[in-house]
């Protein structure tokens, strides 16, 4: 039988493709190791041989081609600190015949210093010999960029324990006195909201104290020692008061203190009898001894009234001091025909809105580095007809406890766009003119509807969100109110910053234009280095938030000077003027002054 050609040609030409196939087949591996700079070795345990491939010799930089290596060349590539370990995890895989695992440094012929990552497996060759054969490749750029986002954790992570560190620091300013510790006006108003909910109260009673001879002291042996005797006062308070009660310091030398589920009003007078032979003792300040006292004013009753008994026990001090100081009164019936009093001068401040009475006095803003004028605060006055001018410290809060807030904001407003457009029709260029906006006012319905009547234009007004707003506790509708009178081009300001009645929460809730910092944080800062450091952390947080800075109280040009060091970017106080009807204050704004002119004529109105 006889085979032809074509069929003896047929395993040969098969062979041939298999052969073809298998070196393509290398030259592609070839290439992806070269493409992925992955080097090639193998290392005959019995021989003691190394080969490398040409991707091992550009990995090492050494500028050889050849196959066969000798094995300090590896060795004496690794960088010192990583040699021991590196061969001790080759002499583990070769005694447990098993994978190798190893990552290193390498320091190059030019010194450069690359990062390898080497992985073997055992097998025996084909002559019985055992073996390793594995593959080493470069992630110098893998574990630079571990360290890169380790570094920026570590750093993120630093920076979130200061902020919180400075939140928690700030939340606390903003909850507690400054000088003493103690709880602030902000905290207290919020412990007494939370009384009547709490069922477990029998009695509750309410003191309101308040230091005599407090200014004396502060005259005669100035500032430091006035802080002395308040820091003192609080210490003694603290001590005689039952653990279940609550002191806090309310203003310059007034505390309030809440007493529950005391036995009985022979309980309550030991309470106060005590705390005024505390307070009369006197105070050491360093080689002086200051004498003080305490007026204090109680109301208490057996259930939870706690709203009643704090204006209650303010009118039980008010008759302490006016009887002569040091002394204690409750508060009594004759104490309530004074409330009456004062609801017939609500009835009188009624008339007086209708009538037109309520009109607003300017007090000028500078700019805390140039001094020139920046904007005015509307303030509230009363052109009595009887009484002549009164001052808002008469009616504001007569006018809030009987609904006339609201009011009173309206006809401020409606008066300073009219005394802006007399000025503007005399050509005069009017800068921005902040106005007091109330709760009640803010929380009305109808309000944007009444402002986009008013047609006000941009950047004219600037809303002053006043003490008795609590952002803290502002639903989002609230904040949507302010979020659409901020598009109508109004400003928005937190007034009383760092007295207890806006705090860092409401500041990151409200993102309002500016923040006016409390006069009682403004009072030392020239003296005190511990207000300056508080000072300068509420300028901070508020850059922070891209928020500006008004001092206000500046009553002195040294408080000026330390208020502009410290990153305030406004001042407003008695320093510069008094609060003047639009009639004295158009001169503030004359186009024909220039800025030194204005400034002086600014300086001018301290001394009136």
Known sequence: MQVSKAETALPENKATRSEQE????????????????????????????????????????????????????????????????????????????????????????????????????????????????????????????????????????????????????????????????????????????????????????????????????????????????????ALRITAAIPANGMVARVGGDEFVIVLVNFSDLTELKLITEDLQRRLRKKIRFGHEMLQSGASIGVSWSGDRRARNLLAESDLALYQAKKLGRNRVEFFTRQLQEDLRAKRRLAEELKLGLERGEIVPYYQVQLDARTQEVIGFEALARWKHPDKGVLAPGIF??????HGLAAEIDAAILKSVLEDRLSWLSRGLAVPRIAVNISGSRLADPTLLGKLRKLDIPPDAIVFELVETIFLDDSDEKLLDHIGDIKQMGIDIEIDDFGSGHASLIGLVKLRPKRLKIDRQLIAEVVSSAEQRRVVGSIVEIAKALDVEVIAEGIETEAHAVVLAQLGCDGLQGYAFGYPAPAAETARLFSPMASGMEKKKTVMSGATR
């Open 22 to 233: 298998f070196q393509d087949l290398l030259r592609r591996l070839e290439l992806a190791l070269d493409a992925s700079r992955i080097g090639v070795w193998e290392h005959s345990i019995a021989k003691g041989g190394i080969l490398w491939d040409a991707q091992m010799h550009r990995l090492y930089e050494t500028g050889q081609t050849c196959r066969e290596v000798p094995a300090w060349l590896w060795s004496n590539a690794i960088h010192p600190d990583d040699r021991e370990q590196a061969e001790r995890d080759f002499d583990q895989a070769i005694a447990t015949r098993g994978a190798y695992n190893s990552q290193f440094r390498i320091v190059l012929p030019s010194g450069e210093i690359r990062h390898l990552r080497s992985r073997a497996h055992f097998y025996v060759d084909a002559e019985g010999f055992p073996s390793f054969i594995g593959a080493e490749w470069d992630v110098t750029a893998d574990i630079v960029l571990n360290a890169e986002l380790a570094r920026q954790k570590m750093v993120a992570e630093a920076k979130a324990v200061a902020l919180e560190e400075s939140n928690a620091r700030i939340e606390h300013v903003a909850d507690h006195d400054y000088l003493t510790g103690l709880p602030n006006r902000r905290l207290l108003d919020k412990r007494l909201t939370e009384l009547p909910a709490d069922k477990s109260i029998a009695t509750l009673g309410v003191l309101h104290l308040d230091l005599d001879q407090f200014k004396q002291i502060n005259d005669s042996h100035g500032h430091a020692a006035g802080d002395a005797v308040l820091r003192a006062a």
């Open 396 to 401: 504001l809060k007569i006018a809030d406890e």
